[in-house]
Nanobody, 122 residues
Framework: QVQLVESGGGLVQAGGSLSLSCEAS????????MGWFRQAPGKEREFVAAISWSSSTYYADPVKGRFTIARDNAKKMIYLQMNSLKPEDTAVYYC????????????????WGQGTQVTVPS
């Protein structure tokens, strides 16, 4: 049974930083492309960042230069370091696993976590 468990969400002031983690189990982690998505209230889930099994990365334009995705294949973990946070970053953040090398679309992901809330007050 595949499980993706996110942690690290919380409330942070604008301009601050937060680090999210996602622990995977039940899958051959090193063969999956991994990613982060987010969903704000009343909006569709949107792509944030992806990382390949070899640590190539890809970012959505709104977070480029502020967020950093990383992975540790030995620990079966991925991370999302979020700096210079803005109120518009407020959302539930989801970890996901996909079989593509560097999956960038919702449809490429096959496993999803339950999400962790990030709140940046305006």
């Amino acid at each position: 049974q595949v499980q993706l468990v996110e942690s690290g969400g919380g409330l942070v002031q604008a301009g601050g930083s937060l680090s999210l983690s996602c622990e995977a189990s039940g899958l051959t982690f090193s063969t999956f492309g991994m990613g982060w998505f987010r969903q704000a209230p009343g909006k569709e889930r949107e792509f944030v960042a992806a990382i390949s099994w070899s640590s190539s990365t890809y970012y959505a334009d709104p977070v480029k230069g502020r967020f950093t995705i990383a992975r540790d294949n030995a620990k079966k973990m991925i991370y999302l370091q979020m700096n210079s946070l803005k109120p518009e970053d407020t959302a539930v953040y989801y970890c996901a696993a996909g079989r593509s090398y560097l999956p960038r679309t919702h449809q490429e992901y096959v496993y999803w976590g339950q999400g962790t809330q990030v709140t940046v007050p305006s």
